[in-house]
């Protein structure tokens, strides 16, 4: 997938030229430096001024960013809008059954008859995170989905993402750098523009080192 393209939010403007991979692609840079922006642009939330985004082999694509889900809401609920892509289509049993298979890879299995209400924020975000993969798309954008992960669970969801992104495309913003061994790629933005794209064995700028995985 390659694009080419400019918006202007307000006082900011994006103008961000580059290319997505098969495998895990990470977005790094500071607050408002645009990854959020260029990754609504890439969903096809978001309409650019000018340029174009070209989806070669991509014939789904899903973004998740705030995941708002009703406190009455189940975690079997929160999976199953990712079988759906987040739409209004009903369910069958082989979506539950998948659902309970994605929710498995994130060690949530057992989450999912309990109510969203009464989980913290980490088992949130990993029923949400299982939602994005159960969509089963060809292009995943992930915007910060490890923001509520604490101690090894950044580097075990990210070995779960990098283990399922053969062929397709998953693109993680991120402000975490002890991850950056589980990407593939690593695309940093600053004020608005591309400023490295590359492999991540070739991005100097780590926060820290660790092993994808984390311990167990």
């Given at each position: ?24 692609t ?53 999976v ?13 049993r ?13 060690e ?44 090894d ?64």
């Amino acid at each position: 997938m390659e694009f080419n393209v400019v918006k202007r939010l307000g006082d900011f403007q994006l103008a961000a030229k580059g290319r997505v991979e098969e495998g895990v692609t990470c977005v790094v840079g500071p607050n408002g430096s645009g990854k959020t922006t260029l990754m609504k642009i890439l969903a096809g939330l978001l309409k650019p001024d000018s340029g174009r985004v070209e989806y070669v082999g991509v014939s789904s694509r899903v973004y998740v960013g705030d995941f708002y889900t009703p406190p009455e809401a189940t975690g079997l609920d929160v999976v199953l809008a990712g079988r759906t892509r987040f739409g209004r289509r009903p369910v069958g049993r082989e979506d539950v059954e998948k659902a309970a298979e994605y929710a498995e890879l994130l060690e949530a299995a057992d989450l999912l008859k309990r109510r969203i209400s009464t989980l913290s924020g980490g088992q949130r975000q990993r029923l949400v995170i299982a939602a994005a993969l159960a969509s089963e798309a060809d292009l995943l954008l992930l915007d910060e989905p490890l923001s509520n992960l604490h101690g090894d669970w950044r580097g075990r969801v990210m070995e779960v993402l990098r283990g399922l992104s053969r062929g397709r495309l998953v693109v993680v913003s991120t402000h975490h750098g002890d991850v950056l061994s589980c990407c593939h790629y690593v695309l940093q933005m600053e004020n608005g523009v591309v400023t490295w794209l590359g492999p991540s064995a070739d991005y100097q700028p780590r926060l820290a080192e660790a092993e994808c995985g984390g311990s167990r």
